[in-house]
């Protein structure tokens, strides 16, 4: 290829859209409609409009589309957005139909928030906490460096002037009108809009064509082009890696009985705020419903709809989600409001109320979303994944029957949020503010007792034992096949975690690995295709092995073979070898883990045993591993070794008698793998 000079392209405006079309697409999993209106380029005048626009009609919290038809609960879920780029930009809302609702009622609850875009029918107010979100996500947007090259590109690839249109956004964006939202509204959002309905069903027009014979081609993973070796032989700076220092990089204190985890922001006014209960879903199955209940609840004195709204006026904002073992509230904002964000969630918490009408509605999106839950293929293999791990009753099943769901009471839910802060728990803090004012404002206004309540007692799983292959096998009406190989390998210790990254690398973790190189670009037999060989996140849990190969159904048995030969039999290949300890390497030296990421990195650290940074270790020990070292931690862990297959097909493209090759086959309901 030789190079030459490339014309400029020539921008040719489309014919404009008279009136709405409407397409359909049909599949397996669950339904939704998609909107989307064409908007000006970047360089158009109403540009910096439409983003607005675009913000009012829906920003996360506090959009009409927010307010309207997510915290009325009028949806199972909706959202919009706008996006300028040179040429046009767009805007697209999407949204998906709760309990009893069809697409066309979906289609015209949006419309309907377009509307009142178009009459005027917003808070004029709302502007105002726009600007005030603007100059938040400007702060965030240069948090890293990655995010800091993007802006940069993207002014280059916008032909904008970075100071001009950029650096001085907000000022341009604070002349913004309600006025000139109106007018942008009713021009460019009429019904020249796409409408696509996406509908459960099977697509009877797929074009079939006749699968050509495919040989296995011969990589050459050890040879370069004069190009590769052109761009090895420059002249690089080496990064040294940088190690972190849970006694030096972070800080710790008290709230009565809390442990305070502290790190300072150096860099911006950006505050983030962690409570970390020790309490999950093992010790309270409803704790997951009453984290999502709390967003739709208001107090004596505030709507749901006021608090959104003044959260999101302060550029702040809050989540709280329930897992297994923890509860973490999550609150976020400019540190000059955040005693009014933090004393706005407290209020909340200690005095919500209970909604019958939120929590009916809540209930019917929660019956749908379990509905489009058994229609996701990725849903059903993780319950597979985690029946192969833990048995029948596991994690990913460990739900509340429909039976109690409905039996909920909303002052049941709200009696778990408000004696949540008696429970025991962490504050992580990442900010400007100084530790002592950080303490004393905690002090202040996050309510605790003396000494925490003991949590309920938590429920235990049992991981499996493999002794023999087994086969899990779930029915989902498609073409394709998706097989995940599971083994448990009990006995975590951290000392070998420089052998598994290596191993990682070497073998399954990446395209550049034996499995991808194999299986995908040798044999052509997968779509996609990994194996990892996974680390615990405590040091009482085993590892485990997750093999993966996703293929059309009539590569079954081929792609099982290959896979079942690679667990068998190590190839050797030292090109690959070195790649994944440069890889290895390369990647710590350049990982940085800052601001909050160090207060995590030491939880997680702390649940397995480590007391410093394990990547220290990694990095010093990773030049002395061999091949050997590689095929030994093979032999020992995979080689002849049981699993379980868990499968994914439909039962009209695969055979039991396929299936039974690779083990005794239980075939799962989706309510034995749902728990519901």
Known sequence: MQAKPVPKYTFSPEQPIAAPIVKEVVGPDAEFVTIAYRAPGVHSKDAMIAQVAGEILANGRAGLIDLDLVKQQKLLRASAYTDVLVDYGYTVLSGSATTGQSLDEVKNLMLGEVEKLKKGDFDVNLLVSIINNQKKALMQNTESFGSRARALMGAFTDEEDWLE?????????????????????????????????????VDKDVVKVEKPPITPVETNAGKE??????????????????????????????????????VQNKENGL???????????????KLAIAASYLQYLGTDKMTTEDISKEFYRLACSFSINADNEYTTVYIEGLQENFDQAVSLFENLLANCKADDKAL????????????????????????????ARYGEKNPFNNVLSEEKLNALTGDELVALLHGLSNYDHRILYYGPSSLTDLTASIQKMHKIPAAFADAPKKKEFTYTTQTENNVLFANYDMVQSEIRWVRNVPGYDPSNQPIIDMFNNYFGGNMGAIVFQTIRESKALAYSTNSYYMTPAKKEDPYYIAAYVGCQADKFNESIIAMNELLNDLPSADNNLQAAKAALKKDIETDRITKDGIIFNYLSAERRGITGDIRKTIYEK?????????KQFHDNNMKGKPFTYCIVASDK???DTDMQKYGKVKKLTLEEIFGY
């Open 360 to 387: 009916a509605a809540l209930k019917g999106r929660i019956a749908k979303a379990r509905k489009d839950a058994k229609n996701n293929k990725g849903q059903i293999m993780q319950g597979l994944v985690n029946y």
């Open 165 to 201: 249109d950029d650096v001085a956004y907000i000022d341009r964006v604070s002349m913004i009108t309600k006025a000139d939202i109106v007018a942008f509204a009713n021009k460019y959002y009429g019904d020249n809009y796409v409408a696509v309905y996406k509908r459960k069903g």
């Open 622 to 630: 990773a030049d002395a591993l061999t091949y050997a070292d590689l």
């Open 225 to 262: 082009s004069d190009f590769v070796k052109k761009i090895a032989a420059m002249p690089i700076t080496n990064i040294p890696p940088v190690w972190v220092d849970y006694t030096k990089d972070m800080q710790r204190s008290k709230v009565g009985p809390a442990d305070v985890f502290y």
């Open 653 to 655: 493209k695969l055979s």
């Open 271 to 285: 505050f983030r705020l962690y409570y970390r209960y020790k309490i999950g879903t093992w010790n309270k199955k």
